[in-house]
Protein backbone atom coordinates (compact mmCIF):
# COMPACT_ATOMS: atom_id res chain seq x y z
CA UNK A 1 0.00 0.00 0.00
CA UNK A 2 1.71 3.24 -0.91
CA UNK A 3 1.96 6.09 2.06
CA UNK A 4 -0.55 8.49 0.63
CA UNK A 5 -3.18 5.73 0.24
CA UNK A 6 -2.67 4.25 3.60
CA UNK A 7 -2.39 7.66 5.46
CA UNK A 8 -5.87 8.44 3.91
CA UNK A 9 -7.06 5.01 4.99
CA UNK A 10 -5.94 5.54 8.98
CA UNK A 11 -7.61 8.97 8.63
CA UNK A 12 -11.10 7.52 6.91
CA UNK A 13 -11.43 4.97 9.40
CA UNK A 14 -11.78 7.33 12.16
CA UNK A 15 -14.92 8.07 10.81
CA UNK A 16 -15.81 4.72 10.27
CA UNK A 17 -15.10 4.13 14.14
CA UNK A 18 -17.27 6.94 15.34
CA UNK A 19 -20.31 5.01 13.41
CA UNK A 20 -18.79 1.29 14.64
CA UNK A 21 -19.17 2.24 17.96
CA UNK A 22 -22.67 3.92 17.79
CA UNK A 23 -23.90 1.45 15.69
CA UNK A 24 -22.64 -1.77 18.06
CA UNK A 25 -23.26 0.07 21.18
CA UNK A 26 -19.71 0.09 22.38
CA UNK A 27 -19.71 3.60 24.10
CA UNK A 28 -19.39 2.00 27.32
CA UNK A 29 -15.83 1.04 26.52
CA UNK A 30 -15.34 5.31 27.16
CA UNK A 31 -15.95 4.48 30.88
CA UNK A 32 -12.62 3.12 31.45
CA UNK A 33 -10.57 6.51 30.14
CA UNK A 34 -12.93 8.76 32.51
CA UNK A 35 -11.81 6.07 35.61
CA UNK A 36 -7.99 6.34 34.52
CA UNK A 37 -8.71 10.01 34.53
CA UNK A 38 -9.85 10.18 37.60
CA UNK A 39 -7.34 8.10 38.97
CA UNK A 40 -4.70 9.82 37.58
CA UNK A 41 -5.52 12.94 38.42
CA UNK A 42 -5.88 11.87 41.90
CA UNK A 43 -2.36 10.28 42.16
CA UNK A 44 -0.59 13.04 39.97
CA UNK A 45 -2.07 15.73 42.18
CA UNK A 46 -0.60 14.11 45.47
CA UNK A 47 2.10 13.70 44.34
CA UNK A 48 2.74 16.90 43.47
CA UNK A 49 1.86 18.09 46.71
CA UNK A 50 3.95 15.78 48.28
CA UNK A 51 6.92 16.55 46.20
CA UNK A 52 6.32 20.16 46.42
CA UNK A 53 6.45 19.79 50.70
CA UNK A 54 9.24 17.78 50.28
CA UNK A 55 10.98 20.15 48.07
CA UNK A 56 9.99 23.51 50.03
CA UNK A 57 11.57 21.48 53.24
CA UNK A 58 14.77 21.31 51.65
CA UNK A 59 14.81 25.04 49.98
CA UNK A 60 13.82 26.09 53.34
CA UNK A 61 16.54 24.44 55.00
CA UNK A 62 18.98 25.04 52.26
CA UNK A 63 18.70 28.87 52.17
CA UNK A 64 17.76 29.44 55.95
CA UNK A 65 14.91 30.73 55.66
CA UNK A 66 13.18 30.51 58.74
CA UNK A 67 16.19 32.50 60.61
CA UNK A 68 15.50 35.43 58.04
CA UNK A 69 15.23 38.84 60.06
CA UNK A 70 14.68 41.50 57.53
CA UNK A 71 12.22 43.32 56.32
CA UNK A 72 9.97 41.81 53.90
CA UNK A 73 11.46 38.77 54.53
CA UNK A 74 8.31 36.78 55.57
CA UNK A 75 7.02 38.40 51.85
CA UNK A 76 9.94 37.14 50.10
CA UNK A 77 9.96 33.38 51.47
CA UNK A 78 6.26 33.13 51.05
CA UNK A 79 6.68 34.14 47.14
CA UNK A 80 9.74 31.66 47.20
CA UNK A 81 8.01 28.92 48.17
CA UNK A 82 4.66 29.73 46.08
CA UNK A 83 7.11 30.11 42.90
CA UNK A 84 8.58 27.06 43.55
CA UNK A 85 5.40 24.96 43.59
CA UNK A 86 4.03 26.69 40.55
CA UNK A 87 7.18 25.82 38.67
CA UNK A 88 6.63 21.76 39.52
CA UNK A 89 3.34 21.76 38.88
CA UNK A 90 4.35 23.01 35.18
CA UNK A 91 7.02 21.19 35.29
CA UNK A 92 4.66 18.07 36.12
CA UNK A 93 2.15 19.07 33.11
CA UNK A 94 4.99 19.26 30.47
CA UNK A 95 6.52 16.15 31.45
CA UNK A 96 3.14 14.38 32.05
CA UNK A 97 1.88 15.75 28.55
CA UNK A 98 4.88 14.28 26.57
CA UNK A 99 4.61 10.65 28.64
CA UNK A 100 0.93 10.36 28.80
CA UNK A 101 0.45 9.02 25.51
CA UNK A 102 2.21 6.02 26.36
CA UNK A 103 0.91 6.03 30.10
CA UNK A 104 -2.72 5.56 28.47
CA UNK A 105 -1.30 2.85 26.37
CA UNK A 106 0.09 1.02 28.92
CA UNK A 107 -2.61 1.02 31.54
CA UNK A 108 -5.11 1.22 28.74
CA UNK A 109 -3.60 -2.17 27.15
CA UNK A 110 -6.11 -4.83 28.63
CA UNK A 111 -8.82 -3.11 28.15
CA UNK A 112 -7.74 -1.98 23.92
CA UNK A 113 -7.02 -5.67 23.49
CA UNK A 114 -10.53 -6.95 24.69
CA UNK A 115 -12.23 -3.88 22.21
CA UNK A 116 -10.02 -4.72 18.96
CA UNK A 117 -10.83 -8.43 19.14
CA UNK A 118 -14.82 -7.62 19.91
CA UNK A 119 -14.49 -5.02 16.74
CA UNK A 120 -12.46 -7.72 14.42
CA UNK A 121 -15.40 -10.45 15.88
CA UNK A 122 -18.15 -8.25 14.30
CA UNK A 123 -16.43 -7.55 11.35
CA UNK A 124 -15.07 -10.51 10.19
CA UNK A 125 -17.03 -12.91 12.39
CA UNK A 126 -13.65 -14.46 13.48
CA UNK A 127 -14.05 -15.85 17.38
CA UNK A 128 -10.85 -15.87 19.56
CA UNK A 129 -11.22 -18.58 22.31
CA UNK A 130 -10.36 -16.14 25.91
CA UNK A 131 -7.15 -17.92 27.40
CA UNK A 132 -6.11 -15.86 30.68
CA UNK A 133 -2.58 -16.96 29.88
CA UNK A 134 -2.84 -15.63 26.51
CA UNK A 135 -4.24 -12.78 27.82
CA UNK A 136 -1.63 -12.07 30.31
CA UNK A 137 0.75 -12.41 27.49
CA UNK A 138 -1.26 -10.50 25.11
CA UNK A 139 -1.40 -7.57 27.76
CA UNK A 140 2.78 -8.14 28.59
CA UNK A 141 3.04 -7.50 24.31
CA UNK A 142 1.33 -4.60 24.41
CA UNK A 143 3.43 -3.23 27.34
CA UNK A 144 6.55 -4.19 25.53
CA UNK A 145 5.81 -2.78 22.49
CA UNK A 146 4.62 0.92 23.96
CA UNK A 147 7.82 0.67 25.94
CA UNK A 148 9.63 -0.15 23.22
CA UNK A 149 7.95 2.75 20.85
CA UNK A 150 8.69 4.96 23.55
CA UNK A 151 12.23 4.52 24.04
CA UNK A 152 13.09 5.11 20.08
CA UNK A 153 10.61 8.19 20.17
CA UNK A 154 12.60 9.25 23.08
CA UNK A 155 16.25 8.91 20.89
CA UNK A 156 14.47 10.47 17.88
CA UNK A 157 13.92 13.50 20.16
CA UNK A 158 17.18 14.44 21.30
CA UNK A 159 18.72 13.63 17.89
CA UNK A 160 15.72 16.35 16.36
CA UNK A 161 16.25 18.54 19.36
CA UNK A 162 20.14 18.63 18.29
CA UNK A 163 19.30 19.39 14.68
CA UNK A 164 16.58 22.10 15.62
CA UNK A 165 19.66 24.21 16.43
CA UNK A 166 20.99 23.77 12.83
CA UNK A 167 19.21 27.15 10.75
CA UNK A 168 16.18 26.36 8.03
CA UNK A 169 16.56 22.60 9.02
CA UNK A 170 15.79 23.12 12.68
CA UNK A 171 12.24 24.86 11.75
CA UNK A 172 11.04 21.44 10.41
CA UNK A 173 12.04 19.67 13.55
CA UNK A 174 8.83 19.88 15.56
CA UNK A 175 7.01 18.83 12.79
CA UNK A 176 8.65 15.59 12.24
CA UNK A 177 8.96 14.71 15.60
CA UNK A 178 4.60 15.17 15.60
CA UNK A 179 5.16 12.68 12.44
CA UNK A 180 7.10 10.64 14.34
CA UNK A 181 4.99 10.25 17.55
CA UNK A 182 1.92 9.63 15.56
CA UNK A 183 3.91 6.48 13.56
CA UNK A 184 4.85 4.88 16.99
CA UNK A 185 1.13 5.53 18.67
CA UNK A 186 -0.39 4.50 15.18
CA UNK A 187 1.99 1.31 15.47
CA UNK A 188 0.58 0.84 19.08
CA UNK A 189 -3.22 0.65 18.17
CA UNK A 190 -2.63 -1.36 15.26
CA UNK A 191 -0.93 -4.16 17.08
CA UNK A 192 -3.72 -5.11 19.02
CA UNK A 193 -4.71 -6.86 15.88
CA UNK A 194 -1.68 -8.36 14.83
CA UNK A 195 -0.82 -10.21 17.71
CA UNK A 196 -3.89 -12.11 17.45
CA UNK A 197 -2.64 -12.90 14.15
CA UNK A 198 0.08 -14.79 16.69
CA UNK A 199 2.77 -12.22 14.82
CA UNK A 200 6.00 -11.85 16.42
CA UNK A 201 6.69 -8.18 17.30
CA UNK A 202 9.56 -8.38 14.26
CA UNK A 203 6.75 -9.54 11.88
CA UNK A 204 4.39 -6.68 13.72
CA UNK A 205 7.64 -3.98 12.55
CA UNK A 206 7.37 -5.44 9.29
CA UNK A 207 4.12 -4.84 8.78
CA UNK A 208 3.82 -1.08 9.88
CA UNK A 209 7.19 -0.22 7.77
CA UNK A 210 6.14 -1.43 5.30
CA UNK A 211 2.23 0.12 6.20
CA UNK A 212 3.80 3.25 7.27
CA UNK A 213 1.26 5.52 6.12
CA UNK A 214 -1.32 4.05 7.61
CA UNK A 215 0.06 4.11 11.11
CA UNK A 216 0.54 7.57 10.62
CA UNK A 217 -2.65 8.35 9.88
CA UNK A 218 -4.33 6.23 12.36
CA UNK A 219 -1.86 7.93 14.52
CA UNK A 220 -2.19 11.24 13.45
CA UNK A 221 -5.75 11.81 15.59
CA UNK A 222 -4.27 10.62 18.83
CA UNK A 223 -1.21 12.87 18.57
CA UNK A 224 -2.87 15.86 17.24
CA UNK A 225 -5.03 15.59 20.99
CA UNK A 226 -2.00 15.51 23.09
CA UNK A 227 -1.44 18.76 21.59
CA UNK A 228 -4.30 20.75 23.14
CA UNK A 229 -3.54 22.86 25.98
CA UNK A 230 -5.00 21.61 29.27
CA UNK A 231 -7.56 19.26 28.11
CA UNK A 232 -5.51 17.38 25.48
CA UNK A 233 -4.22 14.81 28.13
CA UNK A 234 -7.90 14.09 29.31
CA UNK A 235 -9.20 14.10 26.11
CA UNK A 236 -6.64 11.96 24.67
CA UNK A 237 -7.80 8.89 27.00
CA UNK A 238 -11.26 8.81 25.33
CA UNK A 239 -9.55 9.54 21.50
CA UNK A 240 -7.76 6.49 22.01
CA UNK A 241 -10.38 4.14 22.50
CA UNK A 242 -11.84 5.36 18.87
CA UNK A 243 -8.05 5.17 17.81
CA UNK A 244 -8.17 1.45 18.31
CA UNK A 245 -11.72 0.79 16.96
CA UNK A 246 -10.32 2.73 13.85
CA UNK A 247 -6.74 0.73 13.71
CA UNK A 248 -8.91 -2.55 13.79
CA UNK A 249 -10.90 -1.56 11.05
CA UNK A 250 -7.86 -0.28 8.57
CA UNK A 251 -5.52 -3.21 10.01
CA UNK A 252 -8.51 -5.53 9.18
CA UNK A 253 -8.76 -4.24 5.26
CA UNK A 254 -5.60 -4.22 4.56
CA UNK A 255 -5.20 -7.97 5.88
CA UNK A 256 -8.17 -8.83 3.87
CA UNK A 257 -6.56 -7.57 0.56
CA UNK A 258 -3.65 -8.67 0.81
CA UNK A 259 -4.40 -12.05 1.42
CA UNK A 260 -6.83 -11.22 -2.28
CA UNK A 261 -3.65 -10.67 -3.72
Known amino acids: MSFIRGFKSG ?3 YSKAFYFIRKH ?42 TWTFWGSG ?9 LNFILRILFIVVFAYISGYIIIVLMSPVYAHLSEKVENILTGNEYPFHFKQF ?24 LFIIS ?10 LMLFFISAYFYGFSFIDFSLERKQMKIK ?14 GNGFIF ?39
Open 11 to 13: IKA
Open 223 to 261: SLTLLLPYFGVLISGFVSVISVVAATISTTETLISINKE
Open 136 to 159: IKDIYRGIKLATRNFMIEILFTIL
Open 75 to 83: FLASALMFF
Open 25 to 66: KLSWYFIFPLILNIALFVLGYQSIVSLGSEYSSYITGWLNID
Open 165 to 174: FIPVVGLFSN
Open 203 to 216: DSITFVKTNKGLAI
